[in-house]
Nanobody, 114 residues
Framework: VQLVESGGALVQPGGSLRLSCAAS????????MSWYRQAPGKERELVAI????????VYADSVKGRFTISRDNAKNMVYLQMNSLKPEDTAMYYC????????WGQGTQVTVSS
């Protein structure tokens, strides 16, 4: 199993980013997928979940209405569109399967700062 995140950057408050995650080594379409984040000195937290068909999504209260998770089962990709970014969104972002998690990838750094 391999998970490769990309798309992180330094962005100003109020800005937007789209994170991508390329998954391989398992039957992608059979699994719910999720995005997590970990800020310095804090525990990793669940940000969003998307179920296998993409029809059901769940968000942490802190990102609801600002972030959108999506997936492309044909490409084995999961995405996180992040709008109206805040300094408190600064963290390393990771994707993983939801439930039977795989080994963590290297993550992608999102920094929200003016």
């Amino acid at each position: 199993v391999q998970l490769v995140e990309s798309g992180g950057a330094l962005v100003q408050p109020g800005g937007s980013l789209r994170l991508s995650c390329a998954a391989s080594g398992f039957t992608f379409s059979a699994y719910a997928m999720s995005w997590y984040r970990q800020a310095p000195g804090k525990e990793r937290e669940l940000v969003a979940i998307i179920y296998s068909t993409g029809g059901i999504t769940v968000y942490a209260d802190s990102v609801k209405g600002r972030f959108t998770i999506s997936r492309d089962n044909a490409k084995n990709m999961v995405y996180l569109q992040m709008n109206s970014l805040k300094p408190e969104d600064t963290a390393m972002y990771y994707c993983n399967r939801y439930g039977p998690r795989a080994s963590w990838g290297q993550g992608t750094q999102v920094t929200v700062s003016s």
